[in-house]
Each structure stands twice: as structure tokens, then as C-alpha cells.
């Protein structure tokens, strides 16, 4: 399977998408455009600006400039897609569908959310999961996971609106960046046109899981 910057590179019609402009709720818009190295000070300008609270469950420092760095070089790899929101200038959200490289399980994907406080409740989350979601499916990819603490209720609302499943709930797979503890929610959604498999796979996920706990 070719990595994700390949099968953008060959889908002229995948890269004529950005940027473009989306309504929000209030019926202010933002412009979507596919993250690039040009957008590192704006994205060090928005991540700094999030709540710690929001910052405790990323798996890196986004506030880091040479985590940055290297995740937009992760990028121009083929390693993963960011899809950027801004709003008058500034970034108020991005989405991320990040590819595996291992061979088995290059038919599956990532996807990751952050929104900025300020733009939260005007359904920018959903457009960008949506965003992502699409790029995914024009993708090939097969397979959709996604990866949030228990807490995080509305992310879970979100996904689920997408057709994500949950597979699994991790107790204490999590250690935040004040070192608590939380469980971990992973969620999948099958891309196939056929879908039965998956869906199998789900559910016997859920038994096995179900017989673990009793044990």
C-alpha cells in the first residue's frame, strides 16, 4: 500500500480540495488547508495557547517546537496528513490521520483531534473528523481507530456520529503529564465496502474483553 503523500501526489482531484471554506454554527467560517512547513509558527502560536488541561492527554508536546518540526517532516514522508482550521489568520483546529508503516497493518489509520476553547460547540470538531474521515476513504485505507480517555465524552460523540465503534476500554492505559492515571477508550471504524468482517472482529473483540474481565 503507498504511503499517504503518494496517493495525494497521484489524486489531483484529493489535492483541488484545499483550501476551502466551511461554515461554523454561528455562521462564521474557517478555511481548511492541508498542513506544510509554512504553518509551523501559527500551529506553535495555537498549541501554546491550549489549556494544560487539553495538553495532559497528547501523546507528544505539541508546544514543542522541535516535535513540530519533525512532525510536519513525518508528514512530507507520507507518514501521516494534517488538516489545518483557520479563522481570521489563526489556527483554531487541526485533525491529523496518521498511516502506519508497518506492513501489517498499513490498511489502517489514525485520526486525532484538537480544537481551540474558543471555537468549541460550533461543530468544528465534527468538520474536521468529517474532513479527515473522507480523506481516509479517498485513501484506501481500510481500517479507522481512534484513541481518547474515558473523560472525554463529546470526542466519543463525535466519532460514534461518524460510525466509529467502541472496541475496548483500557483501565489505567493512560498516564497524563501530572501522572494520573485514566482509561483509555479506543474506538474503530471499518472503511471496506463490505464491512461484515470488521464487524466480526469488533464484536469478538468485545467477547474477548468481556472474558478477560472475568477472570
Do not use: C, N
Not at 21 to 45: A, I, K, T, Y
Not at 88 to 101: F, N, P, R, T, Y
Not at 116 to 122: E, I, K, L, N, V
Request: proline fraction near 2%; aromatic fraction near 6%; charge should be negative.
Amino acid at each position: 500500500m503507498a504511503s499517504i503523500v503518494d496517493r495525494v501526489r497521484r489524486s489531483e482531484e484529493l489535492i483541488a480540495r484545499y483550501p476551502q471554506e466551511r461554515e461554523l454554527r454561528d455562521g462564521s467560517s474557517v478555511d481548511l488547508r492541508l498542513m506544510s512547513v509554512r504553518d509551523e509558527v501559527q500551529f506553535l502560536h495555537f498549541a501554546r495557547a491550549l489549556p494544560l488541561d487539553d495538553l495532559l492527554f497528547e501523546q507528544r508536546d505539541i508546544t514543542d517546537e522541535q516535535v513540530v518540526e519533525e512532525w510536519i517532516r513525518q508528514v512530507r514522508r507520507g507518514q501521516g496528513l494534517t488538516v489545518l482550521a483557520y479563522r481570521d489568520g489563526k489556527i483554531v483546529g487541526e485533525a491529523s490521520l496518521e498511516h502506519s508503516q508497518s506492513t501489517w497493518t498499513e490498511h489502517r489509520g489514525e485520526i486525532r483531534i484538537v480544537i481551540a476553547p474558543s471555537q468549541r460547540g460550533q461543530g468544528l470538531g465534527g468538520i474536521l473528523a468529517q474532513e479527515v474521515f473522507t480523506l481516509a476513504k479517498e485513501l484506501e485505507l481500510e481500517l479507522l481507530t481512534a484513541q481518547m480517555v474515558e473523560s472525554q465524552e463529546t470526542a466519543q460523540a463525535v466519532f460514534r456520529g461518524l460510525g466509529f465503534e467502541p472496541v475496548a476500554v483500557l483501565p489505567a492505559f493512560v498516564v497524563d503529564q501530572r501522572g494520573k492515571k485514566h482509561d483509555l477508550v479506543v474506538m474503530l471504524r471499518d472503511l471496506s465496502s463490505e464491512g461484515s468482517g470488521v464487524h466480526t472482529a469488533i464484536e469478538g473483540a468485545k467477547t474477548l474483553l468481556s472474558k478477560l474481565r472475568g477472570h
